[in-house]
């Protein structure tokens, strides 16, 4: 049974910096494609990162390139998200899934959604 938890949101002010985490479980994780999702109230669920099943390659949507960075541990199991220079309209709930597609191209591969984890950005 595929399964994620998100964690490492939270409330920071506008330039901090936070780090998401993803544990993954019930599938090879390694040999998947992951990617990171956001969800803003009142929006739709927006991709924001996505790395390869090796961590080799990387895409970012144009809104974070150069402000986040997206690795994985498969030994461990774990996705990051490292979120610096964060700004108010990063505000929104953080998800990770699986990926079909390459880059920013992805769609999340199941309907298979942690809980997310909470991103408050104060201005």
């Known amino acids: 049974q595929v399964q994620v938890a998100e964690s490492g949101g939270g409330l920071v002010q506008a330039g901090g910096s936070l780090r998401l985490s993803c544990a993954a479980s019930?599938?090879?994780?390694?040999?998947?494609?992951m990617g990171w999702f956001r969800q803003a109230p009142g929006k739709e669920r927006e991709g924001v990162s996505w790395?390869?099943?090796?961590?080799?390659?990387?895409d970012y949507a144009d809104s974070v390139k150069g402000r986040f960075t997206i690795s994985r541990d498969n030994a461990k199991r774990l996705l990051y998200l490292q979120m610096n220079s964060l700004k108010p309209e990063d505000t929104a709930m953080y998800y990770c899934?699986?990926?079909?597609?390459?880059?920013?191209?992805?769609?999340?591969?199941?309907?298979?959604w942690g809980p997310g984890t909470q991103v408050t950005v104060s201005s």
């Open positions: 790395i390869s099943m090796s961590g080799g390659k990387t």
């Open positions: 899934a699986t990926t079909t597609g390459v880059g920013m191209e992805m769609s999340p591969r199941n309907n298979v």
């Open positions: 019930g599938f090879s994780f390694n040999a998947y494609n």
